[in-house]
């Protein structure tokens, strides 16, 4: 199994460019979620997805939409770039279940907006 | 919603000591508690983890302890190696939803 990929490793933007994040998962996890990593800030929430054609906001939705038409795939796109969203970002999967589960997360995408 | 304090932001340790982090959480329903070690440059992976019926478990050089009540639980490193240095993350969720709010995390530098 591969795990959890994402695509690209690194990103430069300019401010108001568009583009998609892309994560992938080989093990058949119900419930994906975007994260993004500042420093100090630890691991904030921007959407989480419980399934195919289902997804919902995190802590930090603002200028960031997603999509879950697969059970494998869960893109984030990023409508017009900002420097703010200057950081690196992680996708995670994990079985679903009652009481929590272990989140599989992948190697991560450092984005830089100029 | 749930709040997860976590302390210190930087420990710094020589080799051989014990490291302890310590997190505390707001929401009395949550009941799993996961932690998770980042090394440089890649996705925090799973070390840990413990369920609210549990006060304590052990694996290897690593333990954790919860404490329900006074709604805390704590991350010991014993014997530490070089290799430990990392950025260490704590969570916390509760029944029913998957949803975990993280720690800010804690950089670990063991010094051989």
């Known amino acids: 199994n591969a795990g959890v990929t994402q695509t690209p490793k690194f990103q430069v933007l300019k401010t108001g460019q568009s583009m998609t994040l892309q994560c992938a998962q080989d093990m058949n996890h119900e419930y994906m979620s975007w994260y993004r990593q500042d420093p100090g800030m630890g691991l904030r929430l921007i959407h989480y997805s419980v399934g195919a054609g289902i997804t919902d906001q995190g802590e930090v939705p603002n200028g960031y939409n997603v999509s879950r038409s697969t059970t494998e795939d869960f893109p984030l796109r990023l409508l017009s770039a900002a420097p703010s969203q200057t950081s690196v970002y992680f996708c995670?999967?994990?079985?679903?279940?009652?009481?929590?589960?272990?989140?599989?997360f992948g190697p991560g995408t450092r984005l830089t907006v100029l | 919603g749930e709040n997860v304090e976590q302390h210190p932001s930087t420990l710094s340790v020589q080799e051989g000591d014990s490291a302890v982090i310590k997190c505390t959480y707001s929401d009395s329903a949550s009941n799993y508690f996961p932690w998770y070690k980042q090394e440089l440059g890649k996705g925090p992976q799973l070390i840990i983890d413990i369920r609210s019926n549990v006060g304590e478990k052990k694996d290897q050089r690593i333990a954790v302890t919860l404490n329900k009540t006074a709604k805390h639980f704590s991350l010991h490193i014993t014997e530490t190696q070089p290799e430990d240095s990392a950025v260490y993350f704590c969570?916390?969720?509760?029944?029913?939803?998957?949803?975990?709010?993280f720690g800010r995390g804690t950089s670990l530098i063991v010094h051989p």
């Open positions: 995670a999967s994990s079985y679903s279940g009652p009481g929590g589960n272990e989140q599989f």
């Open positions: 969570a916390a969720s509760k029944g029913g939803s998957y949803i975990p709010t």
